[in-house]
């Protein structure tokens, strides 16, 4: 795959709306184990992953749909985990975010799909970097089902950049979110599999 270091630094410009306004969950990982009460979520960090910078988790979730309203970042909104494999591998990460609903009033999980598809899709498609494929299917996890949707985004030479996996749930009266970006297959296996197999204690 080709290296496209320069486009991380425009991706990350064109995503850098309210960076000044973050809010990052102060949960810790112990053992191993990240846990976040407010949506009952308890996660295995995979071995020898470790937790993404602030400033690069902010980046990629500055895409979020939901996240800003007029006045800046939403009231709420919280970065709660986001891991990487260390050094300047910010391509493959799993940045997980969650918003009261509060926020949201009247929004349902079709609707909220509906929109951040559109959200998605203006986003990148607005940095003419080539073809933008987005399709999306359900998954089961710990009994809950999951929105799942599956982001590959191609050069103008049809080279793939990246792909994304983003699941969004409404749990526990939040709209929590999990964007799992990758360029390899490994890292995409060791990723998912930590999210699958995580847990979750509080319902819709």
Avoid at 42 to 48: F, T
Avoid at 127 to 135: A, K, T
Avoid at 144 to 170: G, W
Wanted: one cysteine or more; proline letters at 2%.
């Amino acid at each position: 795959m080709t290296n496209y270091k320069s486009l991380l630094t425009i991706l990350f410009s064109v995503f850098i709306l309210g960076a000044c306004n973050s809010h990052f969950d102060s949960s810790e990982t112990v053992n191993g184990i990240y846990s976040n009460d407010k949506i009952g979520w308890k996660i295995k960090v995979p071995e020898g992953w470790k937790q993404l910078p602030n400033e690069h988790r902010e980046r990629w979730t500055d895409l979020t749909l939901f996240k800003y309203s007029a006045s800046g970042l939403r009231e709420g909104f919280v970065h709660t985990l986001g891991i990487y494999k260390g050094e300047e591998d910010v391509w493959n990460t799993m940045i997980t975010n969650m918003e009261p609903m509060t926020n949201l009033p009247n929004a349902t999980e079709a609707k909220i799909l509906e929109q951040y598809m559109t959200a998605l899709s203006n986003g990148y498609n607005s940095m003419i970097l080539g073809n933008l494929n987005i399709g999306s299917s359900i998954d089961t996890i710990d009994g809950k089902k999951f929105t799942r949707l599956n982001v590959d985004l191609y050069s103008k030479k049809k080279e793939l950049i990246f792909s994304q996996i983003i699941y969004l749930k409404i749990i526990g009266g939040h709209l929590f979110e999990v964007i799992i970006t990758y360029n390899n297959m490994e890292d995409r296996r060791a990723m998912l599999k930590a999210f699958m197999n995580s847990t979750f204690s509080k319902n819709d």
